[in-house]
């Protein structure tokens, strides 16, 4: 594996997103939330860009370090409970639902203005609508970052249970020539699963090497990952497809 290598990914998205991705994830409200669940997945995310080497901004860790602290607070008893300024509730989860509604409410209305945007110009075109697509910033097309996290994730403990999947000494894979079979796999115009861009990987180092090429690609605009519904499994397909 090429150990210094790194896919120069923005994250776009923040701590917040992350949270509410997790929340509809898992399909409860977001009054209903567990701080041990959700911190605990919260962490294995943090831990799963650690390994990929995807550089995520502060805010990420200064939330990770809120939700311990709001963790350890929520298994102390009502009377030990640290004395809070300006709380009102005896339940730690209640200043960052606050956060999450906030903020969903804020992203709803962005996402709506957006569209309102994008049905003006069908109507108006405006001038220099080429020079500005190309300072859009970095998208992951029609699957976000979390949601790719987690596909891999999944194929990282289906695979990894298999017994004929072990580390070889001295094993080395390139990402450019996994970009290349992925691309190969595209080329043919039939949409690819997610799951089987990894079902011939024999060890845990080919499966981040292959993830860290289509991370790569998806960034070069080169293919595309979509879902048709949330628990739908991930397909890559060509750009142009």
Known sequence: M????????????????LLLYLIKQDEIDIYDISLERITSQYLEYLQAFKELNIELTGEFIVMAANLIYLKSRSLLPIDQQPPEEDAGEDDPRWELIRQLIEYKKFKEAAAELHLRELEQEKIFAREGASSLALQEPLRLGEVGIFQLINAFQTV??????????????????????????????????????????????????????????????????????????????????????
Do not use: C
Request: no cysteine; aromatic share 6%; charged share 30%.
């Open 2 to 17: 090429e150990a210094d290598y790194k896919v120069k990914l923005e994250v776009f998205e923040g701590p917040l997103d």
């Open 156 to 241: 990282i403990k289906r695979i990894e249970a298999r017994q004929d999947v072990q580390e070889i000494l001295g094993e080395r894979f390139s990402v450019s020539e996994k970009i290349d079979t992925i691309l190969q796999h595209v080329a043919t115009g039939t949409p690819l699963r997610f799951s089987d861009l990894f079902g011939a990987a024999v060890s845990r180092v080919e499966l981040v090497v292959t993830f860290l090429a289509l991370l790569e690609l998806i960034r070069l605009k080169q293919v595309r990952a979509t879902q048709r519904n949330i628990f739908d499994e991930i397909e890559i397909a060509g750009a142009t497809a």
